[in-house]
C-alpha cells in the first residue's frame, strides 16, 4: 500500500489498530501519538515549501533591485577627482569637483586651508 504522507500511514495504523478493536491501553497511545507526530511532521513540511517559495521570491526582487541600482549608477557618473600637492604639508591630497565650487579645501594630512579653483586662463582654453 502507498501512501502519500505521514500522517496518512499513522492514520492508516491508526484505523487498523481501532478496527480490530484492540483494546491495548498503551498501543492506542502510541498509535495515537504518532499520528500526531506525523500530522506535526506533514505541517512542518508545508511550512518549508511556503518558505522555500517565499525564499525565491525574496531572491527574485532582490535581483531587481540589484540591477535597477546599477542603472542607476550608470546614470549618475562619480565626480572627477582632482590631486595636488599640499603647499604646506607637501602630502598629495585627493578632492572631488565639488570642492571646486566652495574655493577652498582643508588638507586632510595638516588642516591647513588650500584656496582651489580654475585660474581664467585654464577656463578659456
Known amino acids: ?36 507526530i506525523a500530522l506535526s511532521v506533514d505541517a512542518m513540511g508545508r511550512d518549508i515549501d511556503d518558505l522555500s517559495d517565499k525564499t525565491d521570491d525574496l531572491e527574485q526582487e532582490l535581483y531587481f533591485l540589484a540591477e535597477d541600482s546599477d542603472e542607476e549608477e550608470e546614470e549618475y557618473p562619480e565626480e572627477e577627482i582632482y590631486s595636488m600637492a599640499c603647499p ?31 585660474s581664467d586662463e585654464e577656463v578659456s582654453e
Open 1 to 36: 500500500m502507498e501512501f502519500s504522507s505521514l500522517s496518512e500511514k499513522a492514520a492508516y495504523l491508526l484505523g487498523l489498530i481501532k478496527g480490530k478493536a484492540i483494546d491495548d491501553e498503551v498501543t492506542c497511545l502510541a498509535a495515537d501519538l504518532l499520528h500526531d
Open 88 to 118: 604646506n604639508c607637501g602630502e598629495q591630497i585627493e578632492f572631488e569637483e565639488s570642492a571646486l565650487d566652495d574655493g577652498i579645501i582643508n588638507c586632510q594630512y595638516c588642516g591647513t586651508p588650500i584656496e582651489v579653483g580654475f
